[in-house]
């Protein structure tokens, strides 16, 4: 109960992020960005998406294809760069599909 799970950071590392980017980052904040590139994963755009949602209160671009952030009444700020996993995998099907591979 070291309050991680299989393939998470743990949370004395999370809390060190946390407090680098309040202590750090937030303090050299330029007001006249219009938003920040997030992380690659859906891992750490978990981790970061609550951070900018509370402190920047401005867009999260990021790669992570969680179909979670895909609800815009949780994560209001998270503009997506690709498809959520669910279209990708129908995506694929329906390509296996057309060219009678499935």
Same mark, same amino acid.
């Given at each position: 109960?070291?309050? #991680? $799970?299989?393939?998470?950071?743990?949370?004395?590392?999370?809390?060190?992020?946390?407090?680098?980017? #309040?202590?750090? #980052?937030?303090?050299?904040?330029?007001?006249?960005?219009?938003? $920040?590139?997030?992380?690659?994963?859906?891992?750490?755009?978990?981790?970061?998406?609550?951070?900018?949602?509370?402190?920047?209160?401005?867009?999260?671009? $990021?790669?992570? #294809?969680?179909a979670e952030f895909s609800n815009k009444r949780e994560h209001p700020y998270f503009l997506r760069m690709v498809p959520p996993d669910d279209r990708q995998t129908a995506f694929l099907?329906?390509?296996?599909?057309?060219?009678?591979?499935?």
């Open positions: 109960a070291n309050g #991680t $799970s299989a393939g998470a950071v743990p949370l004395r590392d999370r809390r060190f992020v946390l407090q680098r980017l #309040t202590k750090e #980052t937030l303090d050299q904040y330029d007001p006249l960005a219009i938003g $920040s590139l997030g992380p690659t994963t859906t891992d750490g755009a978990t981790q970061i998406d609550p951070v900018v949602e509370r402190y920047i209160g401005q867009p999260l671009i $990021s790669l992570a #294809t969680a099907a329906a390509v296996l599909h057309h060219y009678g591979w499935l």
